[in-house]
């Protein structure tokens, strides 16, 4: 795994935590579904654990190199 996939991992599980969040508010203003709202909570810090794992993982692996100006000019 390199550190950009680790990144983009990172930030997909961070918008799988958000959503989940924003879901588990709405459940528990709603009167209907306030019986959902723990659950999508306890999975919204599930992801938001995720998405710190994988920001762990990516701070510890090396930066990819810059490309050289030969590469950058395509010879």
Same mark, same amino acid.
């Given at each position: 795994m390199t550190r950009?996939?680790?990144l983009a991992q990172a930030? *997909?599980?961070a918008g799988h935590a958000a959503n989940?969040?924003?879901s588990a508010q709405? !459940? &528990?203003y709603s009167e209907s579904r306030t019986h959902v709202a723990v659950p999508l909570?306890? *999975?919204g810090a599930l992801w938001a654990d995720t998405a710190r794992a994988?920001?762990?993982i !990516? &701070?510890?692996l090396p930066e990819p190199k810059p490309a050289s100006d030969t590469e950058i000019q395509g010879v």
């Open positions: 950009e996939e680790a930030r *997909a599980a989940l969040a924003e709405g !459940a &528990a909570a306890a *999975a994988y920001a762990a !990516a &701070a510890v």
